[in-house]
């Protein structure tokens, strides 16, 4: 008895899993081994039982695939990200559409007014490659026509600034005019700014006045538009 | 879909009947056998992406009545049910009958309370299914020492109790 094989083989035996010779070794083993054999002769038993309503249990199981749904066609990975990125989307263009929303304009000037804090990004080039210049720098240091995506005539203004500070809209901008789209609705500074404010970032507050690009004097206040 | 439905249909018309026989030793009740086979296949096509067992779906589709199984043993135990339909002349198992598998059903439900379900297993794939500790440690998905351990930590603590299980 204790040579004989686990119960396990007998069932392999009976649905074919075992090789050609692990079955021949194991009937001749059966043939000469009463309990094996009674083991092997119960589990067919059960097995031709089973036989009778094996097409009603399939049918049975097919039925509740249908019914839980679960016969639907399987979701595959790169697709369940869907769902998950709905309302990160959703978001994104939310912010999108608050970014590109209409800003209230000047009605002499043209000038489009904006409120709190400035942030903007001003590229330089210099001996045929760009690169940021850091808060802080002098740009002075810096001839005009190197700059890139600077507002020529307007005004940068930090954290602070007043809330009529003016930017101009559709004037010439000398050699960085082609870098900035004429629309200042679409200005990167702006979107900067309005997106800076939402994530809380701290401003950058490189102030351009005019083509001297001093850092350190303030333009005027326009305040007319605010009395508008 | 259709794939997954035709597997499921091939592995139902070579394995269902092992499963039956498994699933009456363990339960002792025609129609509660013939539920878990319901279950392991509907289990089973839920899972039929995740199988890699290697070239043959026997030991996984066991694994998977096992848990069909003691999840009957334990519903019907909440419930209070008692299986009638263990008959002897219906098909029995080793030529035993109802006092037998009754009181196997009974020592399963008393230890499930105290194992934990991968001890459970581990016991039902061994003992009942007659896997030997390779197989266990296959289908369980852990070393062949750790189940030799587990098995030798069991016999310890059951005792008498192993005799009633082991057939």
């Not at chain 1, 000469?32 to 199981?61: D, M, S, T």
């Not at chain 1, 401003?203 to 001093?214: A, D, K, V, Y």
Request: glycine share 8%; hydrophobic share 40%.
């Amino acid at each position: 008895m204790s040579d004989c094989p686990p119960r396990f083989s007998l069932v392999q035996l009976t649905t074919g899993d075992l090789s050609e010779d692990q079955a021949t070794e194991l009937e001749s083993h059966v043939e000469g081994c009463p309990p094996c054999a009674a083991k092997l002769a119960a589990l067919q038993q059960n097995v031709a039982i089973f036989e009778h309503k094996r097409e009603a249990n399939l049918a049975q199981i097919k039925l509740r695939l249908h019914d839980e749904g679960v016969a639907q066609a399987p979701r595959r990975w790169g697709w369940r990200w869907i769902p998950t990125l709905t309302a990160p989307l959703a978001a994104a263009a939310a912010i999108l559409l608050l970014v590109w929303a209409p800003t209230e304009q000047h009605p002499q000037s043209g000038a489009v007014r904006f409120k709190g804090a400035l942030s903007a990004k001003v590229i330089a080039r210099r001996a045929g490659q760009q690169f940021v210049v850091k808060n802080g720098a002098k740009l002075t240091a810096l001839h005009p026509h190197h700059l890139i995506g600077r507002l020529c005539d307007g005004v940068f203004r930090g954290r602070g600034a007043p809330s009529d500070t003016l930017l101009p809209r559709d004037r010439p901008c000398g050699d960085a005019s082609a870098a900035l789209p004429r629309n200042p609705r679409q200005a990167r500074p702006a979107r900067k700014r309005r997106l800076g404010q939402l994530r809380g970032h701290r401003t950058h507050r490189h102030r351009l006045l005019g083509e001297g690009l001093s850092t350190r004097q303030t333009p005027p206040k326009d305040r007319s538009f605010a009395q508008n | 879909m259709h794939d997954r439905v035709a597997t499921i249909e091939d592995l139902h018309r070579r394995y269902a009947g092992v499963l039956f026989d498994k699933s009456l030793r363990m339960l002792g009740d025609h129609g509660e056998a013939e539920n878990a086979v319901q279950e392991t296949f509907i289990n089973a096509f839920r899972a039929l992406h995740r199988f890699h067992y290697g070239d043959s779906h026997l030991p996984w589709l066991y694994r998977i009545c096992t848990n069909a199984c003691l999840k009957i043993i334990r519903t019907n135990k909440r419930k209070g049910a008692i299986p009638v339909d263990v008959l002897p002349e219906r098909g029995g198992w080793d030529g035993r009958g109802m006092d037998r598998q009754l009181q196997l059903r009974r020592t399963l439900q008393d230890l499930m309370e105290e194992l934990d379900d991968r001890t459970m297993t581990i016991l039902v794939a061994h003992h009942i299914d007659g896997l030997d500790q390779g197989q266990v440690a296959k289908q369980v998905g852990i070393s062949r020492r750790a189940v030799v351990k587990r098995l030798t930590a069991l016999r310890a603590k059951l005792g008498t109790l192993m005799e009633d299980v082991d057939v």
